[in-house]
């Protein structure tokens, strides 16, 4: 059974930085696509900010590039985000999501097949 479990959320003053995780299980992480994505409050989930793919190439939405980074631990089978230079807009809940890699990137919500359930992250004073 294919599950995705994130953790690392909290509160964080701006300017602050957090470590996202992303624990996969029931699947290989060497052949999926693995993204983040980003529910604002009261908004809709965003396309994903942030893809991993097995091949070893990624991608960032610009307005988190230069300061969120993701990377991937295939043997212990958990992919992370690295956010640095937090601001509020960075508020919302984050999840992860994975697709079976077929060679093309993936940034849509629609694109993938397995989501966790989210952690919460706050930028706030």
């Known amino acids: 059974q294919v599950q995705l479990v994130e953790s690392g959320g909290g509160l964080v003053q701006p300017g602050g930085s957090l470590r996202l995780s992303c624990a996969a299980s029931?699947?290989?992480?060497?052949?999926?696509?693995i993204g983040w994505f980003r529910q604002p409050p009261g908004k809709k989930r965003e396309g994903a900010l942030c893809?991993?793919?097995?091949?070893?190439?990624?991608y960032y939405r610009d307005a988190v590039r230069g300061r969120f980074t993701i990377s991937r631990d295939n043997d212990k089978n958990t992919v992370y985000l690295e956010m640095n230079s937090l601001n509020p807009e960075d508020t919302g809940v984050y999840s992860c999501?994975?697709?079976?890699?077929?060679?093309?990137?993936?940034?849509?919500?629609?694109?993938?097949?397995?989501w966790g359930k989210g952690t919460q992250v706050t930028v706030s004073t």
């Open positions: 999501a994975a697709v079976v890699t077929d060679g093309i990137l993936k940034v849509l919500e629609d694109d993938y097949d397995h």
């Open positions: 029931g699947f290989n992480l060497r052949q999926y696509v």
């Open positions: 893809v991993s793919r097995p091949e070893g190439d990624t």
